[in-house]
């Protein structure tokens, strides 16, 4: 079944304007896009007057606890639901959300731990949950045929005709949590429809933790935060701006003028326009995850501590790396994290220190600002960046028994994105890697694409045949392969047999076929 566009709108099921939604349908048509600062996409200008900087403060997303608990694992509940927030001061806004907020409530598992999480599905159409970075069997990865159909609404016909294993009303995902301690997040995984569903507010933190990362003198408690940096659009009326990919999506067939993506002019972290933070004079961990559709962010602090170096990275995707690594500025591509180490006794008292996004034009410049105590004399540090963090067995290439290419690029009439010349076909996979064997795979884009490998991290072995970038080191499950560039990552897929996916994390990107399965025996 070759899911090509007309029929990627097909399976959407309902209408953008004839649910109890909050899309606002865009207009206008650009292939390459109006772009913020030559990153990929078409900005979406706000229709409502938008509110100064640093006036909110940064909202902690609140940790879900366990309906109960058994010898065997911790089990949770969250409905999806529609809900009224207040996301601009003053102004409402109806969302879809995890549990009636954005983000989402954060799930904290334990490394070894089994983790069983229902969904319950009151919104008005089909959802797919995926975790991110989750090492999880196959019925319980999200792939975007296991749909969970709305409690109050029929199933679309077609939607039933996809591979997949749907259920009516709730599923449930088991997460042994046999991995590493990590900075994870859950998302909606919706076939063809995951850039409006992350949009308007499907998403939250999974953190992992382990025994390792608990016995490292780390920032911990209220100075060990998640950071959740989104780009959104408003109506005039408040209700979240997200561009149709036609006016009707009952009737496909019409030209997305958003096909290289959509970007927002508001900046959210945890959900808030522009946050502000009162910090102590002491080390914070920021456990920073880009959830934006596109948008690719250059984070750095204004003004710098002395001697710069603002960023002591200690972790990434998958975990802690080896050692610290010391950075002036961290680039982040959309579903990428990076945890780093922030010491703030390096500013002098009172310091109001801004989060900036160099990559972002206008209003988009600014994230959150931290606002450093007054304080003459800085506090006790409890807290440290040890110079080894953890052991990292590098996967060896020279053991890998297959290597494999993929090209990301545009589709010959540019109607969608293609992996090796073909729009998404689910059930045909592209690769059948055998578990326990090391594969090389290798990645060469066309444009930006931020690709996603689902079941198993990797680790990024070359750009362009030479060295990893900066940004590469430790367990990855996201690449960012930039414009006319190869990657080589290597790669082990262990424990779970059957069927996942690979793609593009710029959500448009992947809603426009730029996917493929494959599947592990």
């Not at 938008?50 to 609140?62: A, D």
Request: net charge negative; proline share 10%.
């Amino acid at each position: 079944m070759n899911l090509n566009r007309r029929r990627f709108l097909g399976l959407t099921g309902l209408t953008v304007a004839g649910g109890a939604t909050a899309v606002a349908l865009g207009s206008g048509f650009s292939w390459g896009g109006a772009l913020d600062n030559g990153e990929p996409g078409t900005l979406v200008r706000s229709g409502i007057p938008l509110p100064p900087p640093f006036q909110v403060p940064l909202p902690i997303p609140p940790v879900l606890r366990p309906v109960r608990s058994d010898a065997s694992a911790d089990y949770y509940e969250i409905p999806q639901q529609v809900s009224t927030l207040e996301i601009l001061p003053g102004v409402k806004t109806e969302a879809w959300t995890y549990g009636g907020t954005f983000p989402g409530p954060t799930l904290v598992s334990r490394s070894g731990r089994r983790m069983v999480v229902k969904h319950r599905n009151e919104l008005p159409r089909p959802v797919v949950v995926h975790l991110h970075g989750g090492h999880t069997p196959s019925a319980s990865d999200g792939y975007p045929g296991d749909t969970i159909l709305p409690l109050n609404a029929p199933p679309a016909h077609e939607m039933m005709l996809m591979p997949g294993t749907p259920t009516v009303g709730t599923r449930d995902y088991t997460y042994p949590s046999n991995q590493r301690a990590a900075t994870l997040w859950y998302h909606d995984h919706s076939m063809g429809f995951t850039g409006p569903m992350v949009w308007l507010g499907l998403a939250g933190f999974h953190l992992v933790h382990d025994d390792e990362e608990d016995s490292l003198p780390l920032p911990k408690g209220d100075r060990d935060l998640p950071l959740m940096i989104t780009d959104r659009a408003f109506t005039a009326d408040g209700r979240l701006d997200y561009p149709a990919l036609a006016p009707n999506l009952s009737v496909p067939g019409v030209t997305s003028g958003y096909l290289n993506g959509v970007l927002g002019d508001v900046v959210l972290v945890n959900g808030a326009p522009w946050p502000v933070l009162d910090v102590k004079r002491l080390r914070y961990r920021l456990r920073l995850l880009n959830a934006s559709n596109c948008r690719r962010y250059r984070l750095q602090l204004d003004p710098p501590p002395p001697g710069g170096n603002g960023f002591v990275q200690v972790g990434g995707d998958g975990g802690l790396l080896a050692a610290p690594l010391a950075h002036d500025a961290i680039e982040m591509a959309s579903a990428e994290r990076f945890d780093v180490v922030v010491d703030f006794s390096r500013y002098p008292p009172g310091t109001r220190v801004r989060l900036l996004n160099t990559f972002g034009t206008g209003r988009t410049v600014e994230v959150m600002r931290f606002d450093v105590a007054a304080d003459a004399r800085a506090p006790v540090d409890d807290a440290t960046v040890p110079p080894k963090l953890s052991t990292i067995v590098p996967l060896d290439p020279g053991k890998a028994t297959v290597t494999r290419e993929f090209l990301f690029q545009s589709h010959s009439d540019r109607s969608g994105w293609t992996i090796n010349g073909q729009p998404y076909e689910p059930g045909h996979p592209l690769a059948t890697p055998r578990l326990g064997d090391t594969e090389i795979w290798r990645f060469v884009s066309d444009v930006h694409h931020p690709i996603h490998l689902h079941l198993d991290q990797f680790q990024v072995l070359a750009r362009n045949g030479g060295k990893p970038g900066p940004y590469d080191q430790g367990w990855k499950d996201t690449v960012d392969v930039r414009a006319a560039e190869s990657a080589e990552i290597a790669v082990r897929f262990n424990d779970y047999a059957g069927r996942y996916v690979f793609h593009c994390h710029n959500l448009e990107h992947e809603d426009m076929a730029m996917m493929a399965d494959f599947t592990t025996s």
